[in-house]
């Protein structure tokens, strides 16, 4: 009897989640993600509510400043904030072709209504009404990844385009994976998403990805070291680099490493086009700790330096 180690962390699993906070923040949902339930196939489904009542916010486009003293004054306490409310649904079904080749299609449902907070904020200059959002999406994604939660060495690569109300957005990103010592993983990424037509605002403060939308441009999952969604705009351009060094090495059982990092990237604006260059990007650099126990548990503790000071933060993913 023989036994053949996947890549997948699970052949399926179902997560409810609830929280709330004293600021007026909550968040509803449920997860249901089946990667190897079915041969060949994999099933996704996220229903959720959330009001994040203190989200950043610091504008649109690539140029945008952030000043500290611009919240010392009376009054002026939520000026980088606001308070969102999101309701949906997403669906996505991915079947294997050949190999590690896969082809995509998916749908999501979504209601985005802002609200402005008490006082002087920068978000009043660029208030938006509450927005109703129907998307469909398809796509193909390449996964040679050795363990998906934890990667020591492969590829993953993917082509996304999908059509909301009144826009489009198209999606194209690489990452890979290298074990050239025993106990040192190196990986890189580069992504790009350009949005063509009136893409809303919620929709812009993401990219798309078949594992899910990130926040972007800023935080953990695209440009560490500046807040969530830092930078806003329909075109997106984000790259780095990690190398990962195994202080406690027992493979697939427990690995505790530490890692550092340097992450680049910048928005475009409308009718810019989206390309790779390095005039104005945005950059940031650090290092931590992660460790991964068994096949699904990951963990991650880091400091991000940007040129707009240094933040902490803890997560159970690694960034990519």
């Known amino acids: 009897m023989s036994f053949a180690e996947r890549p997948e962390p699970n052949i399926g699993r179902i997560a409810f989640d609830a929280g709330a906070s004293t ?5 509803l949902s449920a997860d249901a993600q089946f990667p190897a339930y079915w041969d060949g196939w994999r099933f996704g489904l996220t229903v959720g509510l959330v009001r994040a009542n203190r989200l950043g916010y610091y504008g ?6 952030y000043d500290r003293d611009s919240t010392t004054a009376p009054g002026r306490s939520y000026f980088y904030r606001v308070s969102r409310k999101t309701a949906g649904a997403r669906l996505t079904v991915q079947r294997r072709v050949a190999g590690p080749l896969r082809v995509l299609v998916g749908g999501s449902l979504q209601r985005t209504a802002f609200r402005t907070l008490p006082g002087v904020t920068l978000y009043q200059r660029d208030s938006v009404a509450p927005f109703n959002d129907a998307v469909a999406r398809a796509g193909i994604v390449f996964d040679s990844r050795d363990l998906e939660s934890d990667p020591h060495r492969g590829i993953f690569a ?6 909301g109300r009144g826009y489009t957005r198209t999606t194209a990103a690489v990452r890979a994976y290298a074990h050239p010592l025993e106990r040192l993983i190196l990986a890189a990424r580069v992504a790009g998403e350009k949005m063509t037509g009136a893409p809303p605002l919620a929709a812009q403060q993401t990219l798309e990805s078949s594992e899910g939308p990130l926040v972007a441009l800023g935080g953990y999952r695209s440009l560490r070291g500046y807040y969530d969604g ?3 705009g329909p075109g997106k351009l ?20 530490l890692f ?7 928005v475009f604006g409308p009718g810019e086009v989206v390309h790779l260059t390095r005039q104005g ?3 940031a650099w650090g290092g931590g700790v992660g460790a991964a126990l068994m096949r699904n548990t990951v963990m991650t503790f880091f400091i991000g330096r940007g040129t707009e000071g240094a933040l902490v933060s803890f997560a159970t993913t690694w960034s990519y």
């Open 23 to 27: 600021r007026g923040s909550y968040l």
């Open 60 to 65: 649109q486009g690539n140029r945008t400043t």
């Open 158 to 163: 993917e082509a996304l385009v999908g059509r």
């Open 230 to 232: 830092r930078f806003v």
């Open 238 to 257: 984000v790259a780095g680099v990690e190398a990962r060094y195994g202080l406690i090495w027992a493979p697939r059982l427990l690995e505790v490493k």
């Open 260 to 266: 550092g990092f340097y992450d680049a990237g910048r």
């Open 281 to 283: 990007l945005h950059s």
